[in-house]
T-cell receptor, first 116, second 114 residues
Framework: AQKVTQAQTEISVVEKEDVTLDCVYE???????LFWYKQPPSGELVFLIR??????QNEISGRYSWNFQKSTSSFNFTITASQVVDSAVYFC?????????????FGPGTRLSVLP | ETGVTQTPRHLVMGMTNKKSLKCEQH?????MYWYKQSAKKPLELMFV???????ENNSVPSRFSPECPNSSHLFLHLHTLQPEDSALYLC?????????????FGPGTRLTVL
């Protein structure tokens, strides 16, 4: 069965610091997708990135970057020069190839607080 | 902008009330989902609908009754709830029915059961 671990329950940083959120996953499938979502205080989960298991290239989008390493089953998320607006709960998720939503598993989330 | 709306955003109800949560997606998607998010717990998938047909019921108590009249609308009918049902209820949609499709979420309904 698939599993997602986000060992960091809460992280606090001061504005402009870089911060990395860890995500470790378990799956027996060779084909799977990894996701990151942001949940600000308003409650809505905002989609950030989707990455398939065959694409290990790192990705950068503005201040956000993702490091996918199959060798360690990790998909870490780094925010560079953090801002107060980055304060939210961040969820890593894993989905295995298959039908419907039951194969979509979320991690417990990491609460990031960026202090001014 | 998300394209998935939920109403109401907040709801307070007594254990004997009957209420309904509504979700509407404007993305042209074909699959819709209900999730429950309780404090200190991971997101829990409740129901999945694909082309209006329910394809997943994740052992949800019968006091939660979903309805999907078309691919754009999803309801969650609530009756005789318990205080432990207080949570954030999130609706999501995907273009197709594959679990690898990106799920797009609404803002949620924060439910408090007194």
């Amino acid at each position: 069965a698939q599993k997602v671990t986000q060992a960091q329950t809460e992280i606090s940083v001061v504005e402009k610091e870089d911060v990395t959120l860890d995500c470790v996953y378990e799956t027996r499938d060779t084909t799977y997708y990894l996701f990151w979502y942001k949940q600000p205080p308003s409650g809505e989960l905002v989609f950030l990135i989707r990455r398939n298991s065959f694409d290990e290239q790192n990705e950068i989008s503005g201040r956000y970057s993702w490091n996918f390493q199959k060798s360690t089953s990790s998909f870490n998320f780094t925010i560079t020069a953090s801002q107060v607006v980055d304060s939210a709960v961040y969820f890593c998720a894993l989905s295995e190839a298959g039908n419907y939503g039951q194969n979509f598993v979320f991690g417990p989330g990491t609460r990031l607080s960026v202090l001014p | 902008e998300t394209g998935v709306t939920q109403t109401p955003r907040h709801l307070v109800m007594g254990m004997t009330n009957k209420k309904s949560l509504k979700c509407e997606q404007h993305l042209g998607h074909n699959a819709m989902y209900w999730y429950k998010q309780s404090a200190k717990k991971p997101l829990e998938l409740m129901f999945v609908y694909n082309f209006k047909e329910q394809t997943e019921n994740n052992s949800v108590p019968s006091r939660f009754s979903p309805e999907c009249p078309n691919s754009s609308h999803l309801f969650l009918h609530l009756h005789t709830l318990q205080p432990e049902d207080s949570a954030l209820y999130l609706c999501a949609s995907t273009e197709g029915a594959l679990s690898t499709d990106t799920q797009y979420f609404g803002p949620g309904t924060r439910l408090t059961v007194l």
